[in-house]
């Protein structure tokens, strides 16, 4: 079973940073995609960011772009979300999400998640 642990939540000031960690481990054959969702008490989850791991192309939510930085340690199956200049309303709980393949003999992926972080921004 593919487990991602995630790290890093916590309470962090308006305008300081904070970078959360998410460890893949586990049976798979690939990540393919790993990303940070949040929900916030009474949203609904929503993409914060997303990063491929052929050509590491990232994907932004528009309120987080210029903000927050996602990246990936291929080697250590570890993807991070560097939040820079965070806002009150990034207030929610964070998940890690892992796109996986599983098996090299098929192209099926399965979706994996984290149990999610808190992170809490003080203004």
């Known amino acids: 079973q593919v487990q991602l642990v995630e790290s890093g939540g916590g309470l962090v000031q308006a305008g300081g940073s904070l970078r959360l960690s998410c460890a893949a481990s586990?049976?798979?054959?690939?990540?393919?995609?790993m990303g940070w969702y949040r929900q916030a008490p009474g949203g609904q989850r929503e993409l914060v960011a997303s990063?491929?791991?052929?050509?590491?192309?990232?994907e932004y939510a528009d309120s987080v772009k210029g903000r927050f930085v996602i990246s990936r340690d291929i080697h250590k199956n570890t993807v991070y979300l560097q939040m820079n200049n965070p806002r009150p309303e990034d207030t929610a709980v964070y998940y890690c999400?892992?796109?996986?393949?599983?098996?090299?003999?098929?192209?099926?992926?399965?979706?994996?998640w984290g149990q999610g972080t808190q992170v809490t921004v003080s203004s």
């Open positions: 999400n892992a796109v996986v393949r599983l098996r090299s003999d098929t192209y099926q992926e399965e979706t994996f």
């Open positions: 990063i491929t791991t052929i050509g590491f192309n990232t």
């Open positions: 586990g049976p798979f054959f690939s990540l393919n995609v």
